[in-house]
């Protein structure tokens, strides 16, 4: 008795390829075949493509809030003074920051100073934040003191400010220049309270990546700020870093129970944890939508594998008759229409992963063309389009082109293998 070939045997293969290679003749299965092909390309590029923009926007987007802000604020909570002033500041600002700082997970502890003033230079003002830091911890801040984009002196920052590039921008000033920060609420008099007005030399420039950051932000030595904003002996905040900020639920309760009875906590995430979720949100939508144009990309397959055994139902009918099995007749045309999925999928692969290292000279170029302001870092908040790499990505993205290609494939390799040799050949 003949022994079976084995499944996917190599006669299996030559069948496949010859009609894979159709002729001139059958050109119609030719052209699905293609029309197949570039639909899978473009499906899994635009996957990829957008799963890489999706992976660097929120990396960009959390790294630019951890390399200038806290992952912890610790507060006061707020009590009525002897003279009836609503008071929050920390009068005991070091032994808490000491206290915090011996928790296990915390890498960073720096007192604050915080108020919103009016900046100006000659004709030129606007509003900022003032942060009061020590310079030992400004230096520690990655997203000031590692920025490339920063220039100026970091090491004379107890003579003067730092500001923000988008501050300096809207000012008008750089590093050299004097600008003058007014607070309303200044010095006090007999009269009332004057508001304070002083002049600062800026020494630095930061750009941190986040144009609501470098727009509003300016550092000023602490003890200046305690001065400044008549906080004289006490602190509005501690700034607290940790070792790994996406799991902080393992350090906050800690470092609430070690700040003491009146202390509060904010973390980054209750800050900006709602466009995260709204972030996650839209990448789910967006990765279902995107699924549905591989399967329709996926459904022309189905389309040119049904032509394509119309055409070749005479070819069928021998093949049977000399004894292939409609197992073999199956592989065969699977074969057929897993291999444009397979191609497809290759191509898009390549030409995601090209986007994503590329995506500068792609974007500029974009932007030339048209006419520049494509992309508004005030309205997104950072200053260009990111784009992100990442394995499981692009697996993912492999495997749903590939399931979807060989699962539409088999239906109508089925029908092929179960035509009637007899009917085939009938009409022949």
Not at 389 to 399: F, I, K, N, P, W
């Amino acid at each position: 008795m003949a022994k079976s070939p084995a499944p996917f045997a190599p006669f299996e293969w030559k069948i496949a390829w010859r009609y894979l290679r159709a002729r001139r003749a059958e050109g119609g299965v030719s052209v699905m075949t293609w029309i197949s092909l570039i639909g899978i390309t473009l499906a899994v590029f635009a996957l990829i493509a957008t799963l890489a923009v999706r992976s660097g926007f929120r990396s960009e987007f959390v790294g630019t809030i951890l390399g200038a802000n806290a992952h912890v604020t610790v507060y006061n909570s707020g009590q009525v003074s002897e003279t009836g002033r609503f008071d929050r500041t920390i009068a005991d600002f070091d032994a808490m920051a000491a206290r915090v700082a011996e928790v296990p997970g915390v890498t960073r502890v720096a007192p604050l100073v915080k108020g919103q003033v009016m900046a100006a230079h000659r004709n030129r003002n606007a509003g900022v934040q003032v942060f009061g830091i020590s310079a030992d911890d400004l230096n520690s801040l990655p997203g000031i003191a590692e920025s490339e984009d920063s220039y100026g002196n970091l090491a004379r920052f107890s003579e003067g400010v730092s500001i923000g590039s988008g501050v300096a921008r809207e000012l008008g000033v750089t590093v050299g220049d004097r600008i003058k920060l007014i607070s309303p609420n200044g010095v006090k008099t007999a009269f009332g309270t004057s508001p304070r007005v002083n002049a600062y030399e800026v020494v630095h420039v930061f750009s941190v990546g986040r144009y609501d950051i470098d727009r509003v932000r300016v550092y000023m030595p602490f003890a200046e700020a305690q001065s400044y904003f008549n906080r004289e002996g006490v602190a509005d905040e501690l700034e607290v870093m940790v070792t790994d900020p996406e799991a902080l639920s393992a350090v906050t309760l800690k470092i609430l129970q070690a700040a003491g009875e009146r202390a509060q906590i904010w973390t980054w995430m209750d800050a900006s944890g709602g466009f995260l979720r709204a972030l996650e949100v839209e990448d789910n939508v967006m990765f279902i939508i995107l699924s549905i144009l591989v399967l329709i990309a996926a459904m022309n397959i189905v389309s040119g594998l049904i032509m394509l055994v119309k055409n070749k139902g005479r070819d069928i009918g021998i093949l049977r008759t000399i004894g292939l099995s409609e197992g073999s007749i199956l592989r065969v045309f699977f074969i057929c229409g897993a291999f444009t999925g397979i191609i497809g999928t290759a191509m898009g692969v390549v030409l995601g992963c090209l986007f994503a290292i590329y995506i500068d000279p792609i974007f500029s170029f974009v932007n030339y063309v048209m006419g520049g302001g494509v992309w508004d870092p005030s309205i997104r908040g950072i200053y260009a389009l990111p784009a992100e790499l990442h394995l499981e990505d692009v697996m993912s993205a492999v495997g749903l082109s590939l399931g979807l290609s060989f699962f539409v494939t088999y239906f109508p390799a089925r029908r092929a293998a179960r035509l009637n040799p007899v009917e085939a050949l009938r009409y022949e």
